[in-house]
T-cell receptor, first 113, second 108 residues
Framework: SAVISQKPSRDICQRGTSLTIQCQVD?????MFWYRQQPGQSLTLIAT?????????ESGFVIDKFPISRPNLTFSTLTVSNMSPEDSSIYLC??????????FGPGTRLTVL | RKEVEQDPGPFNVPEGATVAFNCTYS??????FFWYRQDCRKEPKLLMS???SGNEDGRFTAQLNRASQYISLLIRDSKLSDSATYLC?????????FGAGTILRVKS
């Protein structure tokens, strides 16, 4: 299994500012992902964080809005840039470990005023 | 049409009841299938994988019907601790696509 921590666990931010979320895994993993879960909705994949290269973004998500870093196999950051109230959501880091099982971090609950 | 569709519920059942959740998926190229459980304000956790032959884990039975593109989860002898949101998840091209979840509330 994989133990994942995220910081911050929650934040309240002003419109127009940016927030960087950190994800730390207790073991080296190849596959690391960032998801968003808006209230009452399913998880939506934002991007795959690739170690040593640019992240791969899903349709509807762009690097300028959600820049991602993956400096090594245990750490990644997601930045939510120029925030608006529509960005209020839970942001979850996820990794594939073990027997191809996908594990999730505890999430970062973001509220944008 | 959503890629993965579930009845949102809530399903309100008494302790000891048997409850079944269904899920349909739209992409016939889907390769892997899972049920995840998500407790309130917590991250999703894998409950079980779903195989074509069907599989059982204690009180939980999952089945897959590829022809109908349909997945089910059966919970027998429901416990209060089973109360959660159950997410139907489909793997396509190395990525997971999540349903919106079905809420289960087990009451004494």
């Amino acid at each position: 299994s994989a133990v994942i921590s995220q910081k911050p666990s929650r934040d309240i931010c002003q419109r127009g500012t940016s927030l960087t979320i950190q994800c730390q895994v207790d073991s080296q993993v190849t596959m690391m992902f960032w998801y968003r879960q808006q209230p009452g909705q399913s998880l939506t994949l934002i991007a795959t964080a690739n170690q040593g290269s640019e992240a791969t973004y899903e349709s509807g998500f762009v690097i300028d809005k959600f820049p991602i870093s993956r400096p090594n196999l245990t750490f990644s950051t997601l930045t939510v840039s120029n925030m608006s109230p529509e960005d209020s959501s839970i942001y979850l880091c996820s990794v594939v470990a073990g027997f191809n099982e996908q594990f999730f971090g505890p999430g970062t609950r973001l509220t944008v005023l | 049409r959503k890629e993965v569709e579930q009845d949102p519920g809530p399903f309100n059942v008494p302790e000891g009841a048997t409850v079944a959740f269904n899920c349909t998926y739209s992409n016939s190229a889907s390769q892997s299938f899972f049920w995840y459980r998500q407790d309130c304000r917590k991250e999703p956790k894998l409950l079980m994988s779903v195989y074509s032959s069907g599989n059982e884990d204690g009180r939980f039975t999952a089945q897959l019907n590829r022809a109908s593109q349909y997945i089910s989860l059966l919970i027998r002898d429901s416990k209060l601790s089973d109360s959660a949101t159950y997410l139907c998840v489909v793997g396509i091209g190395g990525k997971l696509v999540f349903g919106a979840g079905t809420i289960l509330r087990v009451k004494s």
